[in-house]
């Protein structure tokens, strides 16, 4: 029977963190999002967001205003693609705040 999974983690306080949504189906998950969240102008924005919203995974690279800058791929599974992107936030969380903060 599927169930629905949320969390949220936070990485600096009040200045970055991680959402996830995701449904689970046994051992399998069956649809997915997540999402590296920054301050801007005191409100919370998508920098940088894992899905599966057309169909197969993929990740968006975001901008200030929430537009797509740039869309990537990507050739694996959904529950793949939750523990990648689990990974590259831990390790890159820093470095993609620094460049959304930029623009």
Not at 7 to 30: I, M, N, P, Q
């Amino acid at each position: 029977m599927p169930r629905d999974v949320l969390y949220l983690e936070e990485l600096f306080a009040g200045l970055a963190r991680v959402r996830a949504e995701f449904t689970v189906d046994g051992r399998w998950v069956t649809t997915f999002l997540v999402q590296l969240e920054v301050v801007h102008l005191g409100k919370w924005k998508p920098a940088r967001r894992y899905d599966d919203a057309h169909g197969r995974p993929h990740m968006d690279i975001l901008d200030t205003s929430g537009r797509e800058r740039e869309k990537v791929w990507l050739d694996c599974t959904s529950n793949e693609a939750v523990t990648m992107a689990r990974k590259d936030f831990d390790e890159n969380w820093r470095q993609y705040v620094a460049e959304f903060l930029e623009r």
